[in-house]
T-cell receptor, first 117, second 115 residues
Framework: DVKVTQSSRYLVKRTGEKVFLECVQDMDHENMFWYRQDPGLGLRLIYFSYDVKMKEKGDIPEGYSVSREKKERFSLILESASTNQTSMYLC????????????????FGPGTRLTVT | AQSVAQPEDQVNVAEGNPLTVKCTYSVSGNPYLFWYVQYPNRGLQFLLKYITGDNLVKGSYGFEAEFNKSQTSFHLKKPSALVSDSALYFCAVRDRNNQGGKLIFGQGTELSVKP
């Protein structure tokens, strides 16, 4: 079974703090993703990575950065946390798109509920 | 632009009755479609996907979905609902402009099954 783990289930930080959210997957997946989930807005993609040291901006990258130094680990960084970054953060991973165009499903971690006060 | 719509914020069903959670999509070309379920305070779990082939796709926990190209829909169905099916359901479509497997998610539908 694919396992995606996130470093914390709940996190409380103060405005202006630098925050690190860690995600690790154990299935040798090439792709990794960071989403935030807010009521009524569904999931919005922040950043994704399709290889080590590679990253691409998603739909809402402002205020965030990412790091992928190893294939199994993808970190989300809030450089200076703000109250509008209070949210549920979900990490996911998937295999690379197949040569025949097969689209692989994403596997999600349990989420980190971040509160910025 | 590619998009997914889930027209109902909430669906209420009595246990034992059939359930349907609706999803419509807008993409260019052939769509790759997915359904996920999220239980309270948990991450998303993959239910099923449509890539090609048979329009009726069977997935986990007795769920199935019907791909309808003419109506651009991919509704999730189950013949007999269980109280334990109560959860948040997301429809998603793969962004065909992105080679990294990016998905576009709907806003989610809260399913409530009452005994």
């Amino acid at each position: 079974d694919v396992k995606v783990t996130q470093s914390s289930r709940y996190l409380v930080k103060r405005t202006g703090e630098k925050v690190f959210l860690e995600c690790v997957q154990d299935m040798d997946h090439e792709n990794m993703f960071w989403y935030r989930q807010d009521p009524g807005l569904g999931l919005r993609l922040i950043y994704f990575s399709y290889d080590v040291k590679m990253k691409e901006k998603g739909d809402i990258p402002e205020g965030y950065s990412v790091s992928r130094e190893k294939k199994e680990r993808f970190s989300l960084i809030l450089e200076s946390a703000s109250t509008n970054q209070t949210s549920m953060y979900l990490c996911a991973s998937s295999l690379q798109i197949g040569g025949s165009g097969l689209s692989y499903e994403q596997y999600f971690g349990p989420g980190t509920r971040l509160t910025v006060t | 632009a590619q998009s997914v719509a889930q027209p109902e914020d909430q669906v209420n069903v009595a246990e034992g009755n059939p359930l349907t959670v609706k999803c419509t999509y807008s993409v260019s070309g052939n769509p790759y479609l997915f359904w996920y379920v999220q239980y309270p305070n948990r991450g998303l779990q993959f239910l099923l996907k449509y890539i090609t082939g048979d329009n009726l796709v069977k997935g986990s926990y007795g769920f199935e979905a019907e791909f309808n190209k003419s109506q651009t829909s991919f509704h999730l169905k189950k013949p007999s609902a269980l109280v334990s099916d109560s959860a948040l359901y997301f429809c998603a479509v793969r962004d065909r402009n992105n080679q990294g497997g990016k998905l576009i998610f709907g806003q989610g539908t809260e399913l409530s099954v009452k005994p």
